[in-house]
């Protein structure tokens, strides 16, 4: 059981590595592709704020996983990450828009197999984290 609990946590600890380099490409292009209309105005705003939201989501942040608890689970931030990266494909530049917007949602769709195939059989959950922030008893494996 050490291999594989061994393992969990690297592939843990990539996820939230490319999690995190994800968000920050959301975040760049909501930047710099920010027009001065009402519909850019707003897209950039929410593809923004949201890649900040994921990105402390992916630092474990305790608070944050308290309020949003969807994103405590892979398949949760698999979900969001597929719903940024739809917001993130109608940022222009059009073509960067859709290459960083398809890499998000490809690595929502991991996320969420994952979840289904990896994680969840191993019943790893970053709620653990919540649980100890309030002074729990969690462990690093809690059972489904």
Known sequence: ???????????DILTR????????????IAVFG????????????????FAFVSLLAEMR??????????LSHHAGRGFFYIFIGSLTLGIPPKIAGIIVGACTICFGLSMVFMN????????ERLS???DENRGGAGGSVQAC
């Open 1 to 11: 059981f050490r291999v594989l609990s061994g393992m969990s946590d690297g592939v």
């Open 17 to 28: 590595i490319v999690g995190a380099l994800v968000s920050l490409g959301c975040g760049v």
């Open 34 to 49: 920010f027009r001065l209309n009402l519909q850019g105005i707003i897209l950039c705003f929410y593809v923004l704020l």
């Open 61 to 70: 942040l305790g608070f944050l996983l308290r309020w949003f608890k969807i």
């Open 116 to 123: 289904q195939c990896y994680f969840k059989s191993k019943g």
């Open 128 to 130: 653990n984290v919540v």
